[in-house]
T-cell receptor, first 112, second 107 residues
């Protein structure tokens, strides 16, 4: 059964950094593209970033381009999201996904 | 990016009612559509994937249909635990996109 467990969230000041992790199990992680999705307080779901199965192709939502970096370690079945220059509007619960959201998410709060 | 238009944005219904939510894609996505249920303070829960495949453990009163651009989520007999917000999501494209959500409230 597919399991995705996010971690690394927390409270950070404007301009700060966080690194999120997503531990994957129950499927052939190294053969799947992966994504990050977020949900701000009281808002809908928003795609954030994409990485191809081998890590060579990456795409970002426009508002995070240049600040966030998606990466993966297929030897550890783990997906990452390095978030720099954080802003209050980055406050959200962050979920990883293969094609679907399956984990509890990790909350990120950026204070001003 | 592929846009998903979900309707209605909210509805009021009674226990036992049949409820239908629609999701229209801006271009064809074959069967690459999922439906989620989300309750306050909880992560979204996948109900249906591949447009019509019921996830393990999801009650059979939930069903999905559609192909290409037009999709439907049906709850055949609404139960008290079904009052929640429902989202559609496409995974045909590298950029995942979501419908705006449908809040199902008690009439």
């Amino acid at each position: 059964q597919v399991q995705l467990v996010e971690s690394g969230g927390g409270v950070v000041q404007r301009g700060g950094s966080l690194r999120l992790s997503c531990a994957a199990s129950g499927f052939a992680f190294s053969t799947y593209a992966m994504q990050w999705v977020r949900q701000g307080p009281g808002k809908g779901l928003q795609w954030v970033a994409f990485i191809s199965f081998e890590g060579s192709n990456k795409f970002y939502e426009q508002s995070v381009e240049g600040r966030f970096t998606i990466s993966r370690d297929n030897s550890k079945n783990t997906l990452y999201l390095q978030m720099n220059s954080l802003r209050p509007d980055d406050t959200a619960i962050y979920y990883c996904a293969d094609n679907l959201i399956r984990g509890p998410g990790t909350p990120v709060t950026v204070s001003s | 990016a592929i846009q998903l238009t979900q309707s209605p944005s909210s509805l009021s219904a009674s226990v036992g009612d049949r409820v239908t939510i629609t999701c229209r894609a801006s271009q064809g996505i074959a069967s690459a559509l999922a439906w989620y249920q989300q309750k306050p303070g909880q992560a979204p829960k996948v109900l249906i994937s591949d447009a019509s495949t019921l996830e393990s453990g999801v009650p059979s009163r939930f069903s999905g249909s559609g192909y290409g651009t037009d999709f439907t989520l049906t709850i055949s007999s609404l139960q008290p635990e079904d009052f929640a917000t429902y989202y559609c999501q496409q995974f045909d494209d590298n950029v995942l996109t979501f419908g705006g959500g449908t809040k199902v409230a008690i009439k």
